[in-house]
């Protein structure tokens, strides 16, 4: 469903159904194939093949997939997919492939600061490799004592300085992709006690010495891992930016993502709705069919209006990010914040609809139920969403 106010074009709206018919046949069989908790190359290369990473990156190489449907991004290499086309990408992955969807966004989350910040050699090098699906990106900023914190990195991570470069030092963990990861977008601290402003940005290839790293067992199986780094060497060739100026580099990256992981959660949400809804509609119980009973058509409308509520907020932060309205941060606070809580209930109450079925391993809702945890997690919990829009509520 859509409002008038946001209603796709035709041009998104063949798209749309273009992914999911892709996920459906040939990138959900690849998922299904793969080893639970690695990197997944064959289903990298098939999105690649098909222009689905060539579309987070506009500009930067050829694909079967049209051009951007909502005409915001411009041919420059380094022009950011536009963020309305990014959410209804990852909607459409989530309704069928959440291992598809996942692999396409950690691909983003690990370039996008190499495709706003980097050199012209680090991006010739790395994105065209990206977008063909043979290069594997990472994105490295949490640390175990700083999470949603960013801005807290303390000793975990450090960069000390040498004669032509600075050498990494420290731990970080639940890393997208690592430790199978090709690259890696590292923060670390350069400045001790300066908060904000001490951390610097660097591009690290994997082969880089003194750089390991270990594979995390989470509730859902994606590619998450822990990185070390024993005396790792980088130079000013590998700053993603200036020096000391890599929050900036990381909020950046995620002022873009945020409102597109609320897509991911609307995508998975209305999956759960399509098959509730389904199942509703022949269970017979009670002398009948469920979608009969007064409580579970009621909890069928109130997941369904919760959907449109958090699509639509979804699709308005991601339209005002592609205005480039200033302030943002609110709007894509309430999107994630709303769109991954209701993703949660829809979910949940999904599985209440088809009762003890859903809870048997490999179902698609046990499935769901274990994937939208996370959400309300990563790229900022959900308190931190809300001190975020409490904030803006008194800023101007």
Same mark, same amino acid.
């Given at each position: 469903?859509?409002?008038?106010?946001?209603?796709?074009?035709?041009?998104?709206?063949?798209?749309? /159904? !273009? =992914?999911?018919?892709? @996920? #459906? *046949?040939? %990138? &959900?069989?690849?998922?299904?194939?793969?080893? $639970?908790?690695?990197? +997944?190359?064959?289903?990298?290369?098939?999105?690649?093949?098909?222009?689905?990473?060539?579309?987070?990156?506009?500009?930067?190489?050829?694909?079967?997939?049209?051009?951007?449907?909502?005409?915001?991004?411009?041919?420059?290499?380094?022009?950011?997919?536009?963020?309305?086309?990014?959410?209804?990408?990852?909607?459409?992955? /989530? !309704? =069928?492939?959440?291992? @598809? #969807? *996942?692999? %396409? &966004?950690?691909?983003?989350?690990?370039?996008? $600061?190499?495709?706003? +910040?980097?050199?012209?050699?680090?991006?010739?090098?790395?994105?065209?490799?990206?977008?063909?699906?043979?290069?594997?990106?990472?994105?490295?900023?949490?640390?175990?004592?700083?999470?949603?914190?960013?801005?807290?990195?303390?000793?975990?991570?450090?960069?000390?300085?040498?004669?032509?470069?600075?050498?990494?030092?420290?731990?970080?963990?639940?890393?997208?992709?690592?430790?199978?990861?090709?690259?890696?977008?590292?923060?670390?601290?350069?400045?001790?006690?300066?908060?904000?402003?001490?951390?610097?940005?660097?591009?690290?290839?994997?082969?880089?010495?003194?750089?390991?790293?270990?594979?995390?067992?989470?509730?859902?199986?994606?590619?998450?891992?822990?990185?070390?780094?024993?005396?790792?060497?980088?130079?000013?060739?590998?700053?993603?930016?200036?020096?000391?100026?890599?929050?900036?580099?990381?909020?950046?990256?995620?002022?873009?993502?945020?409102?597109?992981?609320?897509?991911?959660?609307?995508?998975?949400?209305?999956?759960?709705?399509?098959?509730?809804?389904?199942?509703?509609?022949?269970?017979?119980?009670?002398?009948?069919?469920?979608?009969?009973?007064?409580?579970?058509?009621?909890?069928?409308?109130?997941?369904?209006?919760?959907?449109?509520?958090?699509?639509?907020?979804?699709?308005?932060?991601?339209?005002?990010?592609?205005?480039?309205?200033?302030?943002?941060?609110?709007?894509?606070?309430?999107?994630?914040?709303?769109?991954?809580?209701?993703?949660?209930?829809?979910?949940?109450?999904?599985?209440?609809?088809?009762?003890?079925?859903?809870?048997?391993?490999?179902?698609?809702?046990?499935?769901?139920?274990?994937?939208?945890?996370?959400?309300?997690?990563?790229?900022?919990?959900?308190?931190?969403?809300?001190?975020?829009?409490?904030?803006?509520?008194?800023?101007?």
């Amino acid at each position: 469903m859509e409002s008038a106010q946001f209603r796709l074009t035709p041009a998104q709206t063949a798209f749309c /159904a !273009q =992914v999911r018919a892709l @996920a #459906e *046949t040939e %990138l &959900a069989p690849l998922a299904a194939a793969g080893a $639970p908790g690695h990197v +997944n190359r064959p289903l990298l290369e098939a999105m690649g093949r098909h222009g689905l990473l060539a579309r987070l990156f506009p500009g930067a190489g050829s694909g079967s997939a049209a051009a951007p449907a909502s005409g915001s991004a411009t041919a420059d290499h380094r022009a950011e997919a536009a963020a309305l086309d990014l959410c209804l990408l990852r909607e459409s992955l /989530a !309704q =069928v492939s959440t291992e @598809a #969807e *996942t692999a %396409l &966004a950690l691909q983003g989350l690990g370039t996008y $600061p190499v495709v706003q +910040n980097g050199s012209e050699e680090q991006i010739a090098h790395w994105l065209p490799k990206v977008v063909a699906g043979t290069a594997v990106a990472g994105f490295a900023l949490s640390e175990p004592g700083s999470g949603s914190d960013a801005a807290s990195l303390s000793l975990a991570a450090t960069a000390s300085p040498t004669g032509d470069g600075w050498t990494l030092t420290g731990e970080k963990i639940w890393i997208s992709n690592a430790p199978e990861a090709d690259f890696y977008s590292v923060f670390a601290r350069t400045t001790p006690d300066a908060g904000s402003r001490g951390i610097t940005a660097f591009l690290v290839p994997a082969d880089r010495p003194g750089l390991t790293g270990e594979h995390l067992d989470m509730i859902s199986p994606h590619p998450i891992g822990r990185l070390i780094f024993d005396a790792v060497p980088v130079t000013r060739a590998d700053l993603l930016g200036e020096a000391d100026q890599g929050f900036r580099v990381a909020m950046r990256t995620l002022d873009l993502f945020r409102p597109s992981v609320g897509a991911f959660a609307v995508g998975m949400a209305q999956a759960a709705l399509d098959a509730s809804i389904t199942h509703a509609g022949r269970r017979e119980a009670f002398g009948g069919v469920l979608k009969d009973l007064q409580a579970v058509s009621h909890s069928l409308a109130e997941m369904a209006t919760r959907i449109e509520a958090a699509r639509l907020l979804v699709y308005s932060a991601a339209e005002a990010y592609d205005a480039g309205e200033k302030r943002i941060a609110g709007r894509s606070a309430m999107a994630k914040l709303f769109a991954t809580e209701t993703a949660q209930f829809v979910i949940d109450a999904a599985v209440q609809i088809h009762g003890a079925v859903a809870l048997q391993h490999g179902h698609l809702l046990e499935h769901l139920y274990r994937e939208v945890r996370a959400p309300r997690i990563y790229e900022g919990a959900s308190e931190v969403q809300r001190t975020i829009i409490g904030r803006e509520l008194y800023r101007g």
